[in-house]
């Protein structure tokens, strides 16, 4: 077997691989031996008929594709393997026979190989810093979301409805007279002022006393979602049943033992601004190195194979369909895009620009590593190691045991992409164009298609 590579265009690869007449009569045989179970041939049971007497009867390339498929399976990987220094093959061959005959065979692969990155400027440049400032409100917002997590509902008797306030409610809703489906409940807790019913109607409860009816006339937004309703004049039979309010609890230190741990109020609020001050500046050293890879990126030039792409925008499905499970109690994709009026197709497509940008973003982090020779000593990684016995109360001696190769790779990767934003960090201009209230330092969203 001999092979022969030659760059192709769009990122790819061309290996012909050629094989001789006996590498081929072997290919051919071992076909033979491995599917001469399918043919039947007159006068021979099943199995059992010579290979030149099935050839006579089903074809002379009646084993070909089986002896093509057994050579590329043998030989291919086998290829990647003496190359790999050269090329790193990112998704399948596309596959074609170039000759075939008694003298031997010729097998064409086309692979998609990780592309050469042109770098541009990534020294010497002009970057946005992002910075979140922490304010004395975004403490107080902590401190008041305790209190409500630790309130309680108190019934009132001796005053009318307030807004906040949580009403106990019947209703029957009618229009010109006629009850419409949907519109009737009874023992309905209403918060007032949450805006959670039509316009108009909460400000009308609003007033009421426990025990007492009244009609409140509303109209329906002509954007309403049920059609029949849009636009039309209604009018609730309503009658509060049960009112309550939530108490919250006063903020002293004995509040703030019982509901945080903390030893004083003093103390609550001094480890709540650290707490929020380590996420405001995780997020803000997050935004910052997105900045630097986008700004970065955006100076290089790069020619992505198609199979990059998939198989980013593969992990970017997957990802969404996992979010989507944790967050709608197990709801499939199909399920949701159905619910949505899309389809996988349009879906996918949502996620290509940014999985284009993705993939580039990464293949220049990579380009820049190599160009720097960006390493992770053996002094680091046992240096990382270490601080994880430590955590599991071990010796690092011991700890090491139960490390796995792939693990102390994770442990180098992680160390070598520090070392790299570091690097950029410290080779470029950062410049806060804007500081960023706490209070935007938010959760992940729910899964879309970017």
């Known amino acids: 077997m001999k092979y022969e590579i030659q760059p192709s265009e769009k990122s790819t690869i061309k290996i012909t691989i050629t094989f001789d007449k006996a590498e081929w009569e ?48 043998d030989h291919y990987y086998n290829i990647l393997e003496q190359e790999k220094d050269n090329y790193t093959v990112v998704g399948q061959p596309e596959l074609s026979v170039d000759d075939i005959s008694d003298n031997g065979a010729v097998l064409v692969a086309v692979a998609p190989v990780k592309p050469e990155v042109k770098l541009g400027d990534y020294k010497g440049i002009n ?45 029957s809703g009618s229009i ?49 979602q049920a059609a029949e309703l849009k636009g039309k004049d209604a009018v609730f039979a309503v009658k509060l049943n049960k009112l309550e309010k939530r108490e919250l609890p006063e903020v002293n230190d004995e509040f703030i033992k019982d509901a945080a741990g903390a030893e004083s109020v003093e103390a609550y609020r001094k480890e709540t601004r650290e707490r929020l001050e380590k996420q405001a500046k995780e997020k803000g050293d997050a935004e910052t190195e997105n900045n630097i890879v986008r700004t970065i990126a955006a100076n290089a030039e790069v020619e992505i194979p198609d199979a990059m792409i998939e198989n980013q925008i593969d992990t970017m499905v997957r990802n ?85 190769e792939s693990q102390r790779e994770y442990l180098a990767n992680d160390i070598v992409v520090n070392k790299l934003f570091d690097f950029l960090k410290a080779n470029n201009t950062l410049t806060v164009a804007e500081e960023k209230p706490a209070e935007e330092v938010k959760g992940e969203q729910e899964p879309k298609a970017e």
């Open 26 to 73: 072997e290919a051919n045989q071992k076909a033979y031996l491995q599917t001469r179970g399918r043919f039947t041939v007159n006068g021979f049971r099943k199995g059992k008929a010579p290979k030149h007497v099935i050839e006579l009867n089903y074809g002379k390339g009646v084993f070909y594709e089986d002896a093509l498929n057994n050579l590329f399976s």
């Open 127 to 171: 970057i946005t810093k992002v910075e979140y400032n922490v304010k004395d409100a975004d403490v107080d917002a902590e401190i008041e979301r305790l209190r409500q997590r630790n309130s309680r509902m108190v019934e009132v008797t001796d005053r009318a409805a307030e807004n906040g306030d949580t009403a106990t409610i019947d209703f």
């Open 176 to 224: 010109d007279g006629v009850k419409f489906e949907g519109g009737t409940s009874e023992n309905y807790p209403l918060v007032l002022g949450s805006g959670s019913f039509i316009p108009g109607f909460e400000e009308q409860v609003v007033g009421m006393k426990v025990g007492e009816e009244k009609d409140v006339n509303v109209r329906f937004p002509d954007d309403y």
């Open 320 to 404: 969404a369909e996992y979010r989507l499970g944790m967050q709608y109690g197990g709801l499939k994709l199909q399920d949701y895009l159905k619910y949505m009026g899309s389809n996988m197709d349009d879906f996918r497509n949502g996620y290509r620009a940014q999985a284009g940008d993705n993939v580039k973003a990464q293949l220049v982090i990579d380009a820049i590593v190599r160009a720097e020779n960006i390493k992770a000593e053996d002094a680091e990684i046992d240096a990382k190691l270490e601080e994880l016995a430590k955590a599991a109360n071990k010796t690092l001696e011991e700890y090491k045991k139960d490390v796995t």
